[in-house]
């Protein structure tokens, strides 16, 4: 690395003066870091971006980042563009210092860059975290060019992040890990198919099954970019949940590696009838079921967690002290139970369209069971379960139930 440029004269570099600027002060806390906002009604009237409800995400970050460094034994530098104040980054060096070594932070607002300088200087961070004020794919591209490498990257932008996936992939260490977000959820979920279309390249289909395609569209995009960089996309966890999907990924190099991702890209068909779903790969046969199909893709048709990963997440959790530590808990239960449980279904949902009153949850799982399969509450999304059984026997029982 003696090559390379001294990364506080890459340009846009945030460095001089913690002067707050011209607001009110707010004093917030997360986790294990209190730090200042500027006051304002709400997120949407703020001179600055700071939505604590994301607070699950980044706690997600937090804990895949201290497992990923257990793995590789080693502290990770970081880079996280469009990092709005940088409170992923400050928690992560307050939470798990002995997990990093030094992580970049950037974001384009002059008013958001100083209120993390601030925030930085209050809470000593001044060694171990550099801040730039630059359009995100702009600095990136600098970043490779004088050879800076990151062990995990944080894309979590306000919207889409296919605009900046390609531009990552250049400052990524052989096997890093990253995680992708992304917020336009009425387009992933189909409310809006040409968007998603245009800003994914898979079409989406807004059933019961829609939060899950939104994950596999999502992933789906991540690999086909890493394909054009000779890389292949190992996912480790991903969710749907509140008003976001988010995705946890490990990268190898290699044309082969790639090749092999892009083996798991194909499309999903619905039945209308039985609601049942079935993935093929791109050049497999469209399958027949009882009714119509309904097509959404090209999209992701492998698994969506990595089993030893949920455990090993669980695991952590009995040390951490997370804010979403409950609802972490059963977010990685379902991704160890998801090699037997591949059905998802939203109960509402599916209810709605079969224009029959919805059974208690208890009910449902009585049944099932009894039928001699298993069922887990899903946490893609509210009203929704993970189970072993058909979509036409859950249909089926479904009816059974709300006839009683």
Partial sequence: ??????????????????????????????????????????????????????????????????????????????????????????????????????????????ITNSVSNYNKEKLNFTDNLHIFNRETRSL?????????????????????????????????NSKALISVTATDMTALCGVYPMACFRKYGGYPINNQHNHETAIRILLGMVVRSAGRHEKGVIPIFSISVDHYAKIFFKIENGRGRANKSMEQIGF?????????????????????CCGDLQKAGPLWIGKLFDKDWCERGLKSLETMKLPSEKRIAKQLLEGINEEDLKGFFQISKLCKKLKISQPSFSDLFSKINDEGFRVIRSQFKDQAIRTNISGR????????????
């Fill in 393 to 404: 026997q859950i249909v089926e029982i479904l009816k059974e139930l709300t006839e009683k």
């Fill in 140 to 172: 990136t591209l600098d970043l490779a060019e004088n050879k800076y490498k990151y062990d995990y990257i944080d894309l979590d932008p306000f919207g889409s992040p296919s605009p900046y996936i390609d531009f990552m992939w250049p400052v990524l």
């Fill in 268 to 288: 999903s068909f619905t039945c209308d009838n039985c609601h049942g779903i079935y993935y093929e790969k791109i050049d497999g046969k469209i399958p027949k």
């Fill in 1 to 110: 690395m003696s090559n390379m440029r001294k990364i506080s004269n890459i340009n846009g570099y945030v460095e001089g003066t913690s002067k707050w600027p011209d607001f009110d002060k707010k004093i917030c806390e997360e986790g294990n870091v209190v730090f200042t906002i500027p006051k304002s009604k709400n997120i949407y009237d703020a001179p600055i971006f700071f939505n604590p409800l994301m607070n699950l995400n980044r706690d997600l970050s937090i804990l895949f980042t201290k497992n990923y460094s257990e793995i590789i034994n080693r502290k990770l530098r970081i880079f996280e563009p469009l990092a709005g104040i940088g409170i992923r980054a400050m928690r992560m060096l307050k939470e798990i210092p002995e997990n990093i070594e030094e992580i970049v932070i950037s974001d384009y607002n002059k």
